[in-house]
């Protein structure tokens, strides 16, 4: 009794810690000859440039970007070349500007598109590999931050080497001229996120800055993660997107907050996927709105995830980068130290590391140590529990024929033999009825007949 109680205690701890659905995490460095580098997207943190804005952008847009009062009026004029304030704000008849104009023909997407900073404005420089890069590796990408530059969108980029000298280095404007004051503006400097292809870059909770004046060197990481689902964890295994081909964190967050806005305000802004209509001016403080209560969009994390972790440091720029950028190619005469940002993003080497989550404790674990256990304290293993179960179904279906046969003897005798036992009994009474054996019956009938004569 002693060694089935232990038997039993030991079983129990072991169901118990099975049904927990724990799970282990393995982690890995794997080097490689080649290494996909990510895609990567820079941002200004200013949306629209001061000179590229009309004087209808500024009539139609300039309260809802909160550039200017509901009187056309321009806050905070101070911060502004005073030529440019006096042009545009003291010698124009905004009245008559309001009257000729309708929002019905404004165009947000071409707002967006006219009055964002330029490539060729912000990139100064682009190298990849110590090669010059080609125009057609960047995509235009809007995000919140309005128009961005996607480096390596279509993973045509490769790295054979790791180093500062095998990577992407640029050389960044930040156009600190052309800023406005708006209700979205507080920074200065350009926003920059590594990503995966697949993933959308949400430059709005995710990224990092750089400020002017400095050179950063970026060094990055590969990580593959790889979760298990319920039971084991919380993440979202084929998850049904809308408007993105994989299930991201970014994506599903920009799907949430697009959605959203359309129930709310009945349209989209620039930067918002789908085919839902774009927003007017009067519907954009609308959206923006919903935009900033759109923090109540929780998404669970992937199964599988692809994440680029970095490590960072700088240092601080030199004139000559100035000459060297000089005897590249015209540049701005407002060019200087204080305003330009270099970066060197690099791979430190070619390897990439994987975390791997797998059950601490599967099926086959348990019955190997219930089998265990078993041997232990019973001496016994599966094979004879399975011969013992065996045997009392044998035994029961012994016992329930006997009992039939014993309260119901006439069904019993109805039942007819199969073939197997009729060829048995064919076979007894074969053997039975020998020479000998008739001719004993014979001389015991005999007997008998005497026997009730007399």
């Not at 080497?161 to 406005?180: F, M, Q, R």
């Amino acid at each position: 009794m002693g060694s089935l109680a232990m038997l039993i205690v030991t079983a129990r701890r072991q169901i118990i810690y099975f049904l927990e659905r724990d799970h282990a995490t393995k982690y890995d460095v794997n080097f490689v000859h080649q290494l996909e580098f990510p895609a990567i997207t820079i941002c200004n943190v200013n949306r629209h440039r001061r000179s590229a804005m009309t004087i209808k952008d500024i009539a139609i847009m300039g309260a809802q970007l909160g550039f200017t009062d509901d009187h056309h009026n321009l806050l905070h004029p101070e911060l502004y070349p005073e030529d440019w304030y006096n042009e545009t704000f003291l010698m124009t008849d905004w009245e008559a500007v309001h009257n000729s104009i309708t929002e019905d023909d404004f165009d947000l997407a071409d707002f967006y598109a006219r009055t964002g900073h330029r490539l060729e404005d912000l990139v100064q420089m682009c190298s990849w590999k110590s090669q010059k890069c080609n125009t057609s590796s960047w995509v235009v990408e809007y995000t919140h931050y309005g128009k961005c530059y996607t480096f390596n969108k279509f993973a045509d980029h490769q790295l054979q080497k790791a180093g500062s000298g095998n990577g992407l280095y640029l050389v960044l404007y930040d156009e600190e001229i052309e800023y406005i004051e708006t209700k979205n503006t507080d920074d200065l400097g350009i926003k920059f996120l590594p990503h995966a292809q697949h993933e959308p870059p949400f430059l709005k909770e995710l990224g990092f800055g750089f400020a002017p004046g400095f050179h950063y060197l970026v060094t990055l990481k590969q990580k593959e993660i790889t979760a298990l689902p319920l039971p084991y964890g919380v993440c979202e295994q084929d998850h049904p997107t809308q408007y993105f081909q994989n299930y991201t964190v970014p994506g599903c967050r920009i799907e949430c907050e697009t959605e959203r806005i359309y129930e709310k305000c009945n349209c989209r802004l620039v930067e918002s996927p789908g085919d839902h209509p774009l927003c007017t001016p009067h519907q954009f403080e609308c959206a923006e709105e919903m935009l900033e209560q759109s923090n109540d969009c929780l998404c669970q994390n992937p199964c599988h995830a692809v994440q680029y972790p970095y490590a960072m440091s700088l240092l601080e720029i030199r004139e000559t980068t100035i000459d060297k950028l000089r005897k590249d190619h015209p540049i701005p005469p407002e060019l200087n130290t204080d305003n330009i940002i270099v970066l060197n993003i690099y791979f430190d080497s070619l390897s990439f590391e994987t975390v791997t989550q797998v059950p601490a404790y599967t099926f086959n674990s348990i019955i190997s140590d219930l089998g265990g256990a078993m041997g232990l304290w019973l001496g016994a293993s599966i094979l004879a529990a399975a011969q013992m179960l065996d045997y009392c179904g044998r035994m029961c279906h012994a016992r329930f024929i006997s009992k039939a046969s014993c309260c119901n003897p006439t069904e019993v005798d109805d039942i007819k033999p199969t073939a197997v036992q009729a060829e048995k009994r064919e076979d007894i009474v074969s053997v039975w009825a020998t020479p000998r054996n008739l001719s004993q019956s014979a001389s015991d009938l005999k007997e008998e007949d005497i026997s009730d004569v007399d």
